[in-house]
């Protein structure tokens, strides 16, 4: 148990599993839809060419009655199902006493494989000298398909197009797993076993004098490294994970365009928004592992809280959330990348948000180059708090674990300070601290 639980919390398994229980369910959707598909256009191709020799026979039929011959339809019936394969052709009048029935190709097929399509013969003004002018029809035409075989080959058909889409992705499951294993798991097993003190047990005291340093070293080693490695994983899955995701969203959406079968458009929205939400998971790793430099220029920090909240003040508002906003107007312009600050807001919010029950308040302060925003949520426990910063450590069951690593990076790069203050059962404040600098038009800050 012990084993599982840690293995539920490696990185590395929180990212694969999803993946790959997204590619499984993508795929046996994937199979459903191509089934599906090729069995509707087999059926709507058969029904076409059962309206085509129901035209030919109403035509022949009128003029059969109109000239008193109407057996002369028994060789033109059994030509037609001999040259189409039909499995039966019939004639019925009103009162369902069969007229004419001719059979074509035996059927050897069960009753489910079987296609029958019916037609009615109007009374037409040519043949209304010998019927009753008032009889709207005067017969009924019937065919019927044996489709075993055409389905048998439709069907070996979608199973050869996806045995082949199932071995390319396999191949892509392979390498992934090979990028993990070789790219990141043999350089942090290296630094693990470089940072073990190899110290005999008379210099204990020796080793608790630099413990606390070894630990710092070790930490900032170890991220360091998880990020370069991070770096170079990223790019792959972005190549060989996102883009085959990518395709497999659009043949998803051709065919829910296509296919007006209401069931079938729920479950094919339900996997893109799987689909979806496995992308949205690639983009934030890659933005982790790769952050782009910040583009600093003057930035109204107040203005970016005021616009930032009020997007969320909505949905705050539906789940019976009060939103307390207070920024300094009045406060100099920074050097900040305005992009990165709304990343942020909306990183620390969107958490803020989804820890507060309803009838909880979520409030936002900005003044003297500090950013606090805070809650009357669930709280984090200690135990947690130390490992919130870590890529991938989430106690949300949707949560993907890289939303406050991504916030810590930003703060970095403006040479800020992030740091967290919570207590279980009363809420959680994080305080945000930017450094002295400010833009030219206003005074430089100390500190």
């Not at 001719?102 to 003004?125: I, Q, T, W, Y």
């Not at 009924?140 to 071995?167: H, I, N």
């Not at 782009?292 to 930032?308: C, G, I, M």
């Not at 740091?419 to 279980?424: H, R, T």
């Amino acid at each position: 148990m012990k084993r599982f639980a840690e293995l539920a919390r490696d990185w590395r398994f929180r990212t694969l599993v999803p993946v790959i229980t997204v590619n499984l369910l993508a795929f046996g959707g994937l199979y459903f839809l191509m089934y599906h598909f090729a069995v509707n256009n087999l059926m709507q191709a058969n029904t076409g060419a059962g309206e085509l020799i129901f035209d030919d026979l109403s035509l022949y039929y009128e003029d059969s009655t109109t000239e008193h011959r109407v057996m002369s339809m028994v060789p033109r019936m059994q030509h037609i199902a001999t040259a189409h394969g039909l499995a039966s052709l019939t004639l019925f009048a009103m009162n369902g006493d069969r007229i004419i029935e001719v059979s074509g190709v035996p059927f050897r097929g069960d009753e489910s494989k079987r296609l029958v399509l019916e037609r009615s013969l109007g009374n037409a003004r040519s043949c209304q000298h010998c019927h009753d002018p008032s009889l709207a029809r005067l017969a009924v035409m019937q065919l019927s398909l044996d489709l075993t075989e055409p389905m048998a080959e439709a069907t070996a058909r979608v199973q050869k197009r996806f045995a082949l889409a199932g071995v390319a992705w396999i191949l892509v499951l392979l390498l992934l797993m090979w990028t993990v294993r070789v790219v990141i798991g043999r350089p942090i097993a290296r630094i693990g076993k470089s940072i073990r003190p190899d110290i005999p047990h008379d210099l204990d005291g020796l080793a608790r004098a630099h413990k606390q340093r070894e630990e710092n070293i070790a930490r900032q080693m170890v991220r360091a490294e998880q990020l370069a490695s991070l770096g170079e994983v990223a790019a792959g899955l972005t190549h060989e994970i996102k883009n085959p995701l990518a395709g497999v969203i659009a043949a998803l959406e051709l065919l829910r365009s296509e296919d007006g079968d209401e069931g079938t458009i729920v479950l094919v929205d339900q996997m893109l928004a799987e689909l979806r939400r496995a992308t949205s998971t690639l983009d934030s790793l890659l933005r982790l592992a790769r952050p782009r430099p910040p583009q600093r220029s003057e930035v109204d920090l107040a203005r970016v809280v005021r616009e930032v909240t009020s997007l969320f003040a909505a949905r705050l508002r539906r789940q019976g959330i009060a939103l307390e906003v207070d920024a300094d107007d009045g406060a100099a312009p920074l050097l900040l990348d305005s992009g990165l600050m709304v990343q942020l807001l909306v990183n620390l919010l969107t958490n803020s948000m989804q820890a507060t029950e309803r009838g909880g308040t979520v409030a936002v302060l900005y003044r003297n180059r500090q950013l606090i925003v805070r809650d009357t949520g669930r709280g984090i426990s200690q135990a947690d708090l130390d490992r919130i910063f870590v890529p991938f450590f989430t106690t949300k069951e949707e949560g993907t674990g890289l939303g406050l690593a991504i916030c810590r990076q930003i703060v970095e790069q403006h040479d800020g300070r992030i740091e967290v203050q919570s207590e279980v059962g009363k809420g959680t404040s994080v305080i945000v601290t930017f450094a002295g600098e400010e833009s030219a038009n206003g005074a430089l800050a100390v500190g």
